[in-house]
C-alpha cells in the first residue's frame, strides 16, 4: 500500500512539471508540532504534552493558472508527534503511564492556491497560500512498548493550510522564497483507544518554509 501511494504521488508531481512553465522546487520546513485534544470523561482530565520541533524536507510544485494565481501541490515527508497527559479525577482508574508520547510521520501532498501579487521591489513578490494537505501515515511508533490508551492511529490525515511569504527572482528561472504557514487538523487521528474514554485529537503545525525553484 505504501509502495503504491509513494507510485502514485510521483506520477502526480511528474504529470504537473510537464507542462512548460511549472515550476518544479525543494521546500525545508523547521515546524512547531502540537495538537488539540478532547476527552470525555468525568473519570480523567487529558492536556496536550509540550510542542515539539521537527523538520518536514519535500518537493514542491507550482502550476501558472494565470499570471497571478499558481496551483501548488507535491509530495513532503512530514514528521509529528502526540503526547497526552492524563490526570486522575474521582475514583476512576488511570492507565499505567500518565504520560503517553508517539512518533508518527506522514507522506504529505499539499493542494492549495498560491495567490502572487506585482512585485513590491525588484525581483520580489509577496504571495499567500489557502488550501488542504492530504496526508498518508506511512510509519508510527510508541516511545515505550507498555502504553494502553491509545491502540491505533488512523491512515489519513488531513488539514486545512494557510500562509503567506516572499519570493526573490535570483536568476531566470531560479527563484528563492520564504515564508510560513499553520496547517491545522480536520480529522481525528486516533482510530482506536481505551472503550472507556473516547479520545478526539486534531494535530496543528506551525512551520517556517524555505526553498528554492528551478
Known amino acids: 500500500m ?12 511528474g504529470s504537473l512539471t510537464c507542462f512548460s512553465q ?11 508540532s502540537t495538537h488539540k485534544i478532547s476527552l470525555k470523561s468525568d473519570q480523567l482530565d487529558i492536556s496536550s504534552g509540550k510542542t ?4 518536514s524536507i519535500g ?25 497526552i497527559d492524563l490526570v486522575k479525577e474521582g475514583s476512576g482508574s488511570t492507565p499505567k503511564n500518565p504520560f503517553e508520547s508517539y512518533d508518527l510521520n ?11 501579487t506585482n512585485e513590491v521591489s525588484p525581483d520580489i513578490s509577496i504571495f499567500f497560500q489557502v488550501g488542504l494537505t492530504l496526508e498518508f501515515k506511512i510509519f508510527d511508533q510508541a516511545l515505550k512498548e507498555d502504553y ?11 488539514a486545512a493550510i494557510i500562509g503567506a511569504g516572499a519570493e526573490y527572482r535570483l536568476g531566470v528561472n531560479t527563484l528563492f522564497f520564504l515564508g510560513s504557514s499553520l496547517q491545522k487538523g480536520l480529522v481525528n487521528v486516533i482510530s482506536q483507544t481505551s472503550p472507556n474514554y473516547p479520545l478526539f485529537i486534531r494535530n496543528q503545525i506551525v512551520s517556517i518554509d524555505i526553498g528554492m525553484k528551478f
Open 52 to 55: 515539539s520541533t521537527r523538520m
Open 2 to 13: 505504501r509502495k503504491l501511494l509513494l507510485f502514485l504521488s510521483f506520477i502526480l508531481v
Open 106 to 116: 506522514y507522506l504529505q501532498i499539499p493542494l492549495s492556491l498560491k495567490l502572487f
Open 22 to 32: 511549472t515550476k518544479l522546487g525543494l521546500k525545508f520546513s523547521p515546524l512547531f
Open 148 to 158: 494502553e490508551f491509545i491502540s491505533k492511529f488512523r491512515f489519513f490525515d488531513t
Open 59 to 83: 518537493l514542491i510544485v507550482d502550476h501558472p493558472l494565470t499570471d497571478t494565481y499558481f496551483f501548488n501541490s507535491g509530495l513532503i515527508y512530514l514528521p509529528k508527534r502526540v503526547s
